[in-house]
């Protein structure tokens, strides 16, 4: 028996396609910017709090962008197919390419000379403090000539983000980010200040707070926006859909999801996130079907 095939996309999906599609991915510099603004206010502190220190700088500060037609909302960057920038992990190689991205064969990114001042100024700060360089600074002279000579290598991981790893999208989609905190807050208080690794774990507790509380507020931020673009759409359908946006937004991925819709736009936001924080490669959505 044959199977039934799927029918002609929607004009919505298409539009939306079609612009990701055409896009002319661009260098973006306002995450790295606003990373590097944070570390620059956090130096002294311990490094687990100024990264929970910087997601909240990011979460708070970095643009908001709701696409014409999109239902389902939360972007890493403004223009699609376009790119942040992580200086943390590693960027001299990134500023060698500077001239050479906007036309190169495989992947050009547009990249303007405003963008350029902007993140030489920030790459500036990182040089000898990247994750790369920290790296480097444990392998003998011998592992380093066998990876120049193409003997081994580490691969992405040497350069860019943490990734292989599978959220509790499941945990979010039930009891929130709120419901989370409240654990966090409850082993926090329990924490035995007689033990050895007390700070370090009440400094871990600390740094999850702050982050879900960033977490929820940059959610907060879409539904805003949402409201925003509402007010001023003539269309009634799509007020209607900004409306809609906007109650999602305002609800999860702070609370548990009620509903499907509610649990997609949950679930994609605990995905940008992540890959906001890391830029991790093969962050994995885990088993959809059964949590959804």
């Known amino acids: 028996m044959l199977a039934k095939g799927f029918g002609k996309p929607t004009d919505r999906v298409e539009k939306l396609k079609n612009e990701i599609v055409n896009a002319k991915p661009c260098v973006e510099p306002e995450r790295a910017v606003l990373i590097t603004e944070s570390y620059r206010e956090t130096e002294g502190l311990p490094m687990i709090m100024r ?21 389902v909302v939360g972007s890493m960057t403004k223009s699609p197919r376009s790119a942040g920038i992580y200086p943390e992990f590693s960027c001299e190689w990134v500023e060698k390419e500077f001239d050479t991205m906007t036309d190169r064969l495989a992947d050009p990114f547009v990249i303007s000379e405003e963008t350029k001042k902007a993140l030489h100024e920030v790459f500036t700060y990182w040089k000898g403090k990247t994750v790369n360089e920290l790296a480097t600074s444990y392998m003998s002279e011998k592992a380093k000539d066998c990876m120049a000579n193409g003997v081994f ?8 983000g943490i990734g292989h790893v599978n959220a509790d999208y499941g945990k979010v989609l039930k009891i929130g980010f709120r419901g989370i905190l409240a654990e966090v807050v409850d082993a926090l208080e329990k924490l035995d200040k007689s033990n050895p690794n007390y700070i370090k774990k009440q400094q871990f507790y600390c740094a999850l707070i702050i982050t879900y509380r960033a977490a929820i507020r940059f959610a907060h931020r879409y539904a805003d926006e949402a409201t925003r673009l509402a007010a001023a759409e003539t269309n009634a359908a799509r007020k209607a859909e900004l409306l809609q946006i906007a109650a999602n937004c305002a609800k999860v991925p702070e609370h548990g999801a009620t509903n499907f819709y509610e649990a997609c736009q949950s679930f994609w936001f605990v995905q940008a996130m992540i890959q906001i924080e890391s830029s991790g490669h093969s962050i994995s959505p885990g088993r959809f079907d059964q949590y959804m």
């Open 153 to 160: 290598t580490v691969g992405n991981y040497f350069f860019g």
């Open 51 to 71: 990264r929970a220190k910087a997601v909240e700088k990011i979460f708070d500060c970095l643009p908001v962008t709701i696409r014409d037609g999109e239902l």
